[in-house]
């Protein structure tokens, strides 16, 4: 059975030289994510579970069933903020 060739590199293939030190990438500090997220997420179910408590009269009064849709809003900025979480 024949021996296959060895083949040899091509020209334009560049490996970087090995005395370089890798370069670190500095990450930013991310510890105000979970607080924020998990403090919106809080507020939201609050919001929500206050107005169906009393009846629709709090939170606030003139926002009638909007109240709904504040709650949703603080619930859907959580995840918002959750998208930044590493």
Do not use: C, E, H
Not at 8 to 13: G, H
Not at 39 to 50: D, Q, R, Y
Not at 51 to 66: E, F, H, N, Q, S
């Amino acid at each position: 059975m024949p021996k296959s060739r060895i083949r040899k590199k091509a020209a334009d293939d560049y490996t970087p030289p090995s005395s370089k030190k890798a370069t670190t990438i500095k990450l930013t500090n991310r510890s105000w994510v979970a607080p924020v997220m998990l403090a919106l997420f809080v507020i939201g179910l609050a919001w929500i579970v206050l107005y169906y408590v009393t009846d629709a009269k709090l939170p606030v009064d003139p926002l009638g069933d909007w109240n709904i849709v504040v709650g949703f809003a603080f619930i859907a900025a959580g995840f918002g903020v959750s998208t930044q979480w590493k």
